[in-house]
């Protein structure tokens, strides 16, 4: 059942199915930097729930700390949100997901919460497959803390104050696809056309999520010497050929050449057209989509899109059989053992 | 025997301590908790204990069992009866037995213990078993059957109850019972024919345990957190509050299956670390599950920062802290109360904990229950603070007990219903002006109930500001909340003498059987105390009324800085010359005798000034 009531508070504003404009999915005034990639993120969550027909209700909105992790205020202002502590966003999604495995758990993590203090709830969110959307609003720097290097910043890439960076990147997707993450994409917060389908297609993946979404910092790393800037992005993205989202019933619109294109289907019914590039690319094949991402790096470019998929994972709350009904909903009588057998555990005790 | 005795042997009918000392990873402890649970099934009261290493296999372990008539349960000190089975530890376990005690031990190897104090029982059991048995793993598995077999007719253990244990505890392996009651009949047989018996020490059936059980606090929290309802747990696996989990599961899994379908209504997570562990609680809680998490000292230091956004966004929470001896990985199989300090103001800036200190299984199976009612109603982390004492010992304690008719609160918690009717919801609105405020769970309506749970801070809509007078009014609200807290919690228990002006004792957790033995030690001694057992945080007005009405009070405790005094100190501005701080933080369980002693001296030293 759904409790919707739709409101006509915006008659010229397109309308979703369940007759709601975008607006309705939209949160508070941004407080980041004009400009911010992570807006542009926020925007993209914003379409693909309006496209989605979202129930903005059922959706729990999570994150650690960080300017990225502010940006659940900025979205679907009608769902509950959880701005937790810096890099452990992961495992209160983690106890949320098996209380209620209901909800739609998008989680939002920067790449100092997610590369570094909090590189281990992630990847263990991974490996136990928590039915979420995880996105990293990756701007290779600490912004909320002015401008420290973060782990994915490249080697090569200075920092405002000209300073050399020593560290090698962790790059989040060939570790996430390493450790078990059954739908692993990258994008840029620039490529609206690319991300909104992509996070529609997370969306209706179960099982863990990742968006890796280059997100430029203009205040701290938008320089001419990062290769985390909006420049350096566009000259250096290699998108992987067109994104689409089909939802459940509609026909393929695009036509590629026979070959050309791949289509994964979601746990939903619905599918995720991919145009190819390469042909033999597979994105069901994670040694390939490794291979992929290895020989982009080595090449300079930064590839982006659906870099692999799983739909036959089993999401955590299966892999422990928890039952249909959510945790959160069992009452007493389905809780509590009674007094009888406690006296039966008493006898066993004597 | 040998060595005639040139002291008194101890005469005594079901009041010694017997204490084994073996190997660990030998397979000793079923057998010597069989011996524990034979003496406990002919109805007197026993209390063992676990003395053991931070080790897997080879080094010295012991097991310890008190035999008390009067059902002092507390540890005694001494030695009546060593079994020593561990060559590498003879010299200190002859050491510690008393003069006319006893020595067992595995004659296949003679030795001079040089004591002729003492009554030496040599039976060759490794020569035994090996005659007895082809098996390798059998011939060293079985000794320890044997000593519990040859000690029923030293002892006077009814022969049958043992029997029955083994028919019992291989109920599922039946043809186990054969070769282990072979085992029990080979040291039986080898006293009735070889040796004098019974010895001078001996038990008798008591049946005074109607109404007991037998059982260790951390299957007791275990059990507790399935009948309070808690569905989801997670954990990182830490001596000694690993069993509370293991306890929790195996209840669970017996009593919390979907009669249907067959699914497990209840979810039990092994956590990456105590961050993730504790982190996943919050996120259960949130949702409106009830969830905890299990662990020790060094965990608790790990869960802080998590421990104080629970506090301050105020989400449910229970956590079970089972103490080991500190500071740091310390003594991580000894037990100690040296958490309180850390628990009651866990994480940095100004916060406070409830905290709930269970003093035995009965207790802890009560209070683990209770704990995610205050948790829900008060919107905070509840602790329960045991040990390992408490924790990984059997106890004998009262039966749990449960009223079907009382329900579970689960706090201020609006529906979609209470919802409809609302047009102001705030999240941290004190409608009511208890401190405590309304929530929802996510998901509950499509309009309304929605808001941001954050640990920067707030206004009463969850709304982020950094306007300090409201931040200001947020954590006096936090203050108004914890006193509410204190009317909720489990009251002191107090047990005031019949003479006028008998300084007072406080104490609290495990020292509570070694300090009712002291108090019948002290009474002996023409001494009077008016005792209270504190059993949480926040004090309520009980606890200032004993303070006020007593001019010198004892706190005895189990660390090194007497961390209950210094938290009275601090909560109710109570002057250090009234609190006199009695410690013992050696990481074995306090002794009456030590509590007695210390009383007594100060006590009889006061009256003669006087
Ligand atoms: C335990 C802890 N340590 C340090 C901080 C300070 N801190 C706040 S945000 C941040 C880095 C955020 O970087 P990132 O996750 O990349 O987010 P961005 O601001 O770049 O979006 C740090 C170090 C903190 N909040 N908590
Ligand atoms: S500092 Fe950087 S990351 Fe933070 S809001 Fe500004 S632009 Fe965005
Ligand atoms: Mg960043």
Partial sequence: MSYFKPINKHPNLEKNKLGLTRRDYEGGVSTLCAGCGHDSISACIIEACFRLNIEAYKVAKLSGIGCSSKAPAYFLNASHGFNSVHGRMPSIATGANCANEDLLYLGV?????????????????????????????????????????????????????????????????????????????????????????????????????????????????????????????????????????VPLGEEIKTNYDDGSSVEVKLHDGSRLSLEKTDHNFDPTDAGKSLELIREKNKEGKIITGLLYVDNKCKPLTEIMDLPDKPLNTLEQDELCPGSEILEEINKGLS | ?????????????????????????????SANQMFAKSIFRMGIPISPKNIFPSNIQGLPTWFEVRVNNKGYLGSRGGVDIAVAMNPQTYSQDVEEILEGGYLLYDSTWKRNFNRDDITIIEIPLTQLCVDSFTNAKQRALFKNIAYVGALSPLLEIEYEVLEKLISEQFVNKPALIEPNIKALNIGRDYVLKNLPYPLGINVKREDKLKDKILVSGNDACGLGAVYGGATFCSWYPITPSTSVAEGFEKYASKYRVDPQTGKNNYISVQAEDELAAVGMAIGANWNGARGFTATSGPGISLMSEFLGLAYFAEVPLVIFNIQRGGPSTGMPTRTQQSDILTCAYASHGDTKHVLLFPEDPQECFEFSAEAFNLAERLQTPVFVISDLDIGMNDWVTDKFDWDDEQKYDRGKVLKAEDLDKMDNFGRYLDVDDDGICYRTYPGTHPEKGAFFTRGTSHDEYARYTENGDINEQTLTRLVKKFRTASELVPDPIINLSEKQGSSGVIFYGSTSAAMYEAKDILNENNIEVDLMRIRSFPFNLDVWEFIENHDLIYVIEQNRDSQMRTLIMAEGGISAEKLRSLVWFNGDPIQAKFIAKKIYERESQQALIS
Avoid: W
């Fill in chain 1, 109 to 245: 993590s920067g790449d100092g919460d997610s590369a570094s203090i909090g590189i281990g709830q992630f990847i263990h969110a991974i490996r136990r497959q928590v039915n979420m959307v995880y996105f990293v609003e990756n701007n290779g720097t600490y912004g909320l803390t002015k401008g420290q290097f973060s782990a994915t910043n490249d080697l090569e890439s200075k920092n405002k104050y000209g300073e050399d960076n020593l560290f090698p990147p962790i790059d989040l997707t060939s570790m996430a696809i390493q450790m078990g993450a059954s739908y692993v994409a990258r994008s840029f917060s620039g490529d609206r056309d690319q991300l909104v389908p992509l996070i529609m297609g997370a969306i209706q993946h179960k099982g863990f999520a990742l968006l890796d979404i280059i997100s430029p910092c203009v205040t701290f790393n938008n320089h001419d010497s990062s290769t985390k800037s909006y420049d350096y992005i566009r000259n250096h993205n290699e998108a992987m050929g067109k994104t689409d989202f």
């Fill in chain 2, 1 to 29: 025997m040998e060595n005639p005795v040139k002291v008194d042997p101890i005469n005594s009918l079901n009041d010694f301590v017997i204490k084994f000392a073996n190997v660990n990873g030998t397979g000793s402890a």
